[in-house]
């Protein structure tokens, strides 16, 4: 099983940054998060250069996250999408004409706008690889003027809505294989967007199908991540994809920490590609305690490293 963290602190202090990847790196992690929003790439490029190189020197993959891109991707900063703000004729419509703030990912622009984007970021930057953080999907069904003259039978608006959705990525995920090869893509879902793992682990240049597992955020008992992890492991291998499956290390408290090691428990019986989580991550009324029980969990999972060293040196 790999680890991946999500790093989603501020890279302009080199020297603690490069102590937090270093202390990620010790509890076996390979790759981390990182989430960029809009316009963070031309206010403070050498920042973002130094930051990520620092990680892939520690050994960690970089994985790139467009945070709140179009308002259609989660991000750790509760801003506003600018792109949206700008170009307001891309928002969703809905049945009633009245417009929601996320764009449309069915308008041409928006497409082009978002692809060009994630193409600088490959060609600027040391990133292995992208996650699509928490798409929103077919919860609004769009009666903008692009999806109603791209789908004219408006009964069959709302399963179009779903079948652009997943064309949309798909093409997102094509996007970054053409522009490097190498980089891995992969998308993290909500328990709520379970239904849509067949058709997302179906798509040719998805690498991996991940889900965040997030349990106590949505109020539900912790043995409920069984249940979600399970489908996200089983639709992923169907297609021969990988599996990622996160751990709620936030927002916990006094005595949550053992349905933390529920959750744990729970995803590594099913036996993922690779479990992830967050580093120091928002709201928890002990995050020095988060964070330890987070690193003795992952601590506990078998070294496949250590393991080939056995393997070499007694041969
Ligand atoms: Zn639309």
Redesign the pocket.
Known sequence: MDITIAYFHPLHHAEVVKQDFDQIRAVGAGSIVYAIHEQEAQRWPRDLERGLRLAQDTGLKVYLSLGRYGNLFAGPAFMPSWYTFHHPDTR??DRHGRYHDVS????ESFRSWLFNEMEQYLRKFPINGILIDEPRGPDVT???S??RALCPDVTDLQRFRMRSMVDFLGELCGCVKRVDPHAKTAIALLPQDLGQVDELAALPHLDTVGGHLFWQLLHEDVSVVEKWGRSIVEGARQYGKRSQLWLQNFNLVGGEEQALESAFKQIAGLEPDEVAGYYYWRNNEDPWCVWQTTRRLLRSIPRRQLFWHKMVSSS
């Open positions: 969703v419509m449309c990912f069915n308008h769009c009666f903008c692009v999806c």
